[in-house]
């Protein structure tokens, strides 16, 4: 049964702040790799994809892929209370990439 | 304007009370999939379709049937609905292009069965 492990939070920052929020999966060839972020009774909203190893950025986002640690976190800099919502990790596996295994997400607050 | 939607948005029904979640996108893409999100659990996929007439099992189909006769569709039926399917669902699309495969969500239906 692949997995996707988050710490389900809360994680609280004060706004300004970077928050780093992580993943780790159990699939080594697993491939694709995305952020979500989910507010409260919403649906999931992608904010970043990962393919190769290394950071993607994305305005204030940045995704960092470690495929030899099966690892991938986002950092949001400068943190705004409008960012408080629960972020999603998902990956893809090959041969099957259009099946999303979800982790169950972590919470973050930005207090203001 | 891109989207996903899905109908109804708020369900309330009885057990054994076949029901059916309708959901459409306008992006042409191939892949279309249904997830169910349970406090503690996650999102889970029920059944998903990579294109026309072609569907498969996620990681929880028990009690669920869909169908894709149009590549615009993707309905989730529940022909004997019970209170354990009591739940907030999305469907989702996405493309086969550049290889990305990227996911986009509908809003969500709050399905309720007493």
């Known amino acids: 049964q692949k997995e996707v492990e988050q710490n389900s939070g809360p994680l609280s920052v004060p706004e300004g702040a970077i928050a780093s929020l992580n993943c780790t999966y159990s699939?080594?060839?697993?491939?694709?790799f995305f952020w979500y972020r989910q507010y409260s009774g919403k649906s999931p909203e992608l904010i970043m994809s990962?393919?190769?190893?290394g950071d993607k950025e994305d305005g204030r986002f940045t995704a960092q892929l470690n495929k030899a640690s099966q690892y991938v976190s986002l950092l949001i800099r400068d943190s705004q209370p409008s960012d408080s919502a629960t972020y999603l990790c998902a990956v893809t596996a090959p041969g099957s990439n259009y099946k999303l295994t979800f982790g169950k997400g972590t919470l973050l607050t930005v207090n203001p | 304007e891109a989207q996903v939607t899905q109908n109804p948005r708020y369900l309330i029904t009885v057990t054994g009370k076949k029901l059916t979640v309708t959901c459409s996108q306008n992006m042409n893409h191939e892949y279309m999939s249904w997830y169910r999100q349970d406090p503690g659990l996650g999102l889970r996929q029920i059944y998903y379709?990579?294109?026309?007439?072609?569907?498969d099992k996620g990681d929880v189909p028990e009690g669920y049937k869909v169908s894709r006769k149009e590549k615009r569709n993707f309905p989730l039926i529940l022909e004997s609905p019970s209170p354990n399917q009591t739940s907030l669902y999305f469907c989702?699309?996405?493309?086969?292009?550049?290889?990305?495969?990227?996911?986009?969500f509908g809003p969500g239906t709050r399905l309720t069965v007493t």
């Open positions: 990962i393919y190769s190893n």
């Open positions: 699939d080594r060839v697993s491939q694709s």
């Open positions: 989702a699309s996405s493309s086969r292009r550049d290889y990305k495969y990227e996911q986009y």
């Open positions: 379709s990579m294109n026309v007439e072609v569907t």
